[in-house]
C-alpha cells in the first residue's frame, strides 16, 4: 500500500517524487516492514563518493580550461570536415565523458562548448545542444555514468566489465543512428 501511494502521489503530481519516496521509507520504519539496520544497509556510500568526484571533475574541466581545449580539439581532429562530420566527433565525445562523469555534468559542460562549435564552424546552433542532449544520456558503459547503474552493480553482482562490454555497443548504435539521422532532420 505504501509503494501504490508513493507511486499514484507521484504519478498525479500531487506532491513532488522526492517527498514521497522518503515519507514511504519512513513509514516502512514505523509500520515495520524494514527496521532501521536494513535502512542504513541500503545507502552505498561508494554511490555517494562516485557521484560527488564526478561532479568534482565537471568543475576541475571548465576551471581548467580543458573544456575549451577539447571543443578546440573535436574541431582540429574534424580538420575542415563537413559539418555532421564534426557533428558526430562531438556526439562522442560527450558519449565518452558522460561514462566518467554525471549525465547532468556532462550535459552542463558540453552545451556551452557546443554551441561555440557551432559558432565557429557557422552550424545550426539546435543540432550540436541536440547533439550534447542525446549523447549525454549515452550513460551506459560504466557503473559511474548514472546513478542508477550504481544501484544495480551491488545487487546484480554485476562487474565494471558488465557494463562496458553491454554499454560500449550500445553506444555505438546510438552514435551511428544520431549521426545518420540529425544531419537529414536539421537539413545540414
Do not use: K
Amino acid at each position: 500500500m505504501i509503494f501504490a501511494a508513493i507511486v499514484v502521489l507521484s504519478a498525479t503530481g500531487l506532491s513532488p517524487m522526492v517527498v514521497n519516496s522518503v515519507a514511504g521509507a519512513l513509514l516502512m520504519i514505523v509500520f515495520g516492514c524494514l527496521t532501521l539496520q536494513q535502512a542504513a544497509r541500503a545507502f552505498d556510500r561508494q554511490i555517494f563518493l562516485l557521484v560527488g568526484a564526478s561532479i568534482a571533475m565537471a568543475t576541475a574541466l571548465e576551471a581548467t580550461g580543458g573544456a575549451r581545449l577539447i571543443a578546440e580539439t573535436i574541431i582540429g581532429l574534424g580538420g575542415g570536415s563537413s559539418v555532421p562530420v564534426i557533428l558526430a566527433l562531438l556526439f562522442v565525445a560527450v558519449a565518452l565523458l558522460t561514462n566518467v562523469l554525471s549525465n547532468n555534468a556532462a550535459a552542463a559542460l558540453f552545451i556551452p562548448i557546443a554551441l561555440d562549435m557551432a559558432r565557429r564552424i557557422g552550424a545550426p546552433p539546435e543540432v550540436f545542444a541536440a547533439a550534447v542532449i542525446y549523447a549525454a544520456n549515452c550513460s551506459f558503459a560504466t557503473p559511474i555514468a548514472y546513478q542508477t547503474n550504481l544501484m544495480v552493480m551491488g545487487p546484480g553482482h554485476y562487474s565494471f566489465s558488465d557494463f562496458l562490454r553491454a554499454g560500449i555497443p550500445l553506444i555505438a548504435i546510438i552514435t551511428i543512428a544520431f549521426s545518420l539521422l540529425a544531419p537529414w532532420y536539421y537539413g545540414l
